[in-house]
């Protein structure tokens, strides 16, 4: 069987050793034998392993071809290896007799492509259960974050908007080869069951608009699409900061900005 090599900086592969992090993690996840789960970013198998002593099947999505052929040279039974780029990949495709939100995914996920995944795979949530990842620390606190703190914003707001958010626990450094230079955190993300009834686009164009320059009020950030008479007749006040607006406030400017376009 051929040797794995170093990790490679240019998949930001840092691998999981820890074991009691490990049990920690498979524990959130609870896998049951049925489950329809995909790991993205399978590594050398630090969670991959565990999930496949419970699991009857798991399909595992990796880029790296040197790890693509060190998974093929173990021949695991019921392992499903996909050498596919997680960025393009139809997630739904992979248990395509899945009934609607079955499908559970975890990874371990590159910091350099954690967001635009997460942005990538919100466009499956109808064939989503949940989700369990390993991503930047900060990443986690941001998603998880509460409006009228620092941190609070896009990516808050996007994430709150499609999914139940959980900030799980803090993950050393130390707990991985390489050690990274950041500290990482699990966070669990369970798809809405009732999808909001408002246009993804719109909504997400407001919330990048309002978002685009922080210090600026929504008087300003939004001025293209409200006056500050019709922020008034929704309860917003004009001066207010994009960072202090929860997520029902930015369903309600798009709500009216739908409407208005309706007229």
Known sequence: MSEFKSPRKRFGQNFLHDQNIINKI???INPQADDQLVEIGPGRGA???PLLETLKQLHVIEID??????WQEKQLAHLYLHELDALKVDICSLYPTSSQQNI???GNLPYNISTPLLFHLFKFLP???DM???LQKEVV???TAVPGSKIYG????????????HNLFTVSRHAFSPAPKVESAIVQLIPHLEPIDVSNDVFSTIVKQAFSQRRKTIRNSLKTWFTPAQLEALQIDPAARPETLDLETFIRLTRSAEASANQ
């Open 26 to 28: 498979i524990s959130a």
């Open 154 to 165: 896009r990516l808050s707001v996007m994430t709150q908007f499609y999914c139940q958010t």
């Open 47 to 49: 969670l991959t392993l």
């Open 132 to 134: 369990h990842f390993m």
């Open 127 to 129: 064939c989503i259960k």
């Open 104 to 106: 559970r995914i975890v």
């Open 65 to 70: 071809r040197d790890l693509v052929s060190w």
């Open 141 to 143: 606190e941001r998603i």
